[in-house]
């Protein structure tokens, strides 16, 4: 059965149809895994800073980082 679907018996137009798919289903894929772990990352940072103060001064810095790029993310 699986040697009757072949994609070469198909046009070109389903074919990139199907690529289309698959790179915008990668493409979410992705951008879900980077946002949940920016959000995690945040997250840790959250706990660090409330306790220990002497890390409190790198975590903030990474803090305002991710911030940033999370800006710089949503305006593109």
Known sequence: MLESLTLDRFDLRPKLILAFVL????VAVTGFVGYTSV???DNQLESVVNDDVA???AAMEMKYDLESERQHCTKS
């Open 23 to 26: 790179v915008a289903l990668l």
């Open 39 to 41: 959000s995690n990352v």
């Open 55 to 57: 890390e409190a001064d």
